[in-house]
């Protein structure tokens, strides 16, 4: 049984490289051989190729849910469409190529989205200062999660 | 008249540009017609300003998911130029099949997700898994292998993190090489699946051509995408040195992207730019996938750019599978891991062209004495296409006016698809006003 923790987001825009950074400080978590680990950026169809080879994944991202800033959310794609009216003008189209995967036969048997509510997304390398205090208790969370699986 | 963009109601982050086709019509008569691009502006250039002669392509890279490789390229190619770095032969051929592989998956991305629904009548390609399943995993497939190349030579599929200036960090494994060299053979059976469904549904693709001026690099020894020079289809060969006065750059009001404009009100880069002028060159594989559509050298449907990628996806397995065998035969020359070209850093001016999916793609760069990036200029393919897709839509428009609104709505979206420009422009952000006073 393998999992694969896929963070998504571009470093450059502030906190949309969170998944980057939490990435990174789950490798040092000494997590079981079995997690692997893809920084897959604005990730697109390499998400599908991904998923293929897992039985559960995580997909880590920045998420505007409502939250404060640093705040995180795990929730299942089948959430989305209940809360969201329309998600279609998402343009990387991450629950549709979710969607295609979950149809074919090469599909995880679970995945989860770990979200954290961005404070900024301006052009730069910082993180916002609300989420770069919330690190450590997010990769504590973050985790908990790849764990609970 | 325009779309109002809302992303605070959207549920998870991600930050591109969008595209809207705004036609007016008041008594038959066509009083607005205009491809309109509201990207936010992105300072990417600004970015590099300061940035030291080993970061660029780094930062580049980030332009675009999907063809950072051909970012990484151009911009390595921009710095080496700039400090009279050579590159081995070795590193040459490892850099253009990484551009092939990236190539391949981009085409193959916007031939299976993008235009296909299009062609079965379908909102995406979800719906299609079920009445073309077959296909549909022969596109997934197609796409794997492009990016399982591209992670061989690179070391992931997005983002290099290999590729330096003047040569590779690390050389890949010739077991994975040789892996995927036998994947490319047995591709092609995929290769002619898609191409049955293409050909069953070229109908669909439609019969317009309007002449233009088609501009890509050419090179005397191969189709050229790493290298080449500069060549028009209306006055022959250009100088790669001259190219700002070339793609002669100009802001237009109903855009934030610039208009290009050479020889005549726009010109068209791209597949079917590539193939018009480079179409001797492809292998025999691509010029029978060619043949089956009846697609020769001077084709002016911009339709048929979905057409020329799938030729080029025969042409990139083929020549992918010749540059493989050269590199594997006898070996490739060995070379420590973490390994750190020698640059000699100088001051200078470089210019990176290369081809990439979507058509020529330009970086500049002026460096200092220090290394560091003073100046930065990057022209990206798709707005190279905006203008021709602006001049498509003002002659097309006025001929089937008399067709219903959804069917003229979708021949738009479709025209602007072809293009392929990013997902985001072709997929859902792309809105169509009709304001019929």
Known sequence: ?149 | MSETIDIESEYVTRVEGHGNIVVNVADGEVETCEWQVVESPRFFESMLVGRDWTEAHHVTARICAICSISHTTASLKATEAAMGVDLSAQDERLRKLALYAETLQSHVLHLGYLALPDLVGKQSVLPILDSHEAEVEAVVRLHRLGNDLTEAIAGRSVHAQRHLPGGFSKLPDEDELDALRTRLESAWSDVELVADLLVELSDELPDFERETEFISLTHPDEYAFYDGTLYSSDTGELDVEDYREIVDEVVVEQSTAKFTSHARESYMVGALARLNNNFEQLGPMAKAVADRFGLEPGSHNPYLNNVAQLVEIAHLIETSIVELDTLLDGGLDPQPDYHTPDVEVEAGTGIGAVEVPRGVLFHEYTYDEDGEITDANCVIPTNQNHANIQQDMEELVPTILDRPEDEIELTLEMLVRAYDPCISCSTHYLDVEFVDE
Request: proline share 5%.
């Open chain 1, 1 to 149: 049984m393998s999992t694969v923790v896929i963070a998504l987001g571009n470093p450059l825009r502030g906190d949309d490289g969170i998944g980057n950074v939490l990435l990174d400080r789950l490798r040092e978590r000494g997590l079981p051989a079995d997690v692997e680990f893809r920084d897959l950026g604005d990730g697109g169809f390499d998400v599908l190729h991904a998923l293929a080879d897992a039985d559960r994944a995580v997909i880590v991202d920045a998420v505007r849910f409502g939250g404060e800033p640093g705040e995180c959310a795990v929730f299942e794609p089948d959430d989305v469409a209940a809360v969201v009216e329309s998600r279609g003008s998402h343009d990387s189209d991450l629950f549709e190529l979710l969607d295609l995967a979950a149809a074919r036969e090469e599909a995880p048997e679970r995945v989860v989205i770990f979200g954290v509510q961005p404070g900024g997304m301006r052009a730069g390398e910082r993180l916002s200062d609300p989420v770069e205090t919330a690190l450590p208790d997010l990769t504590d969370a973050l985790v908990e999660v790849v764990e609970g699986l």
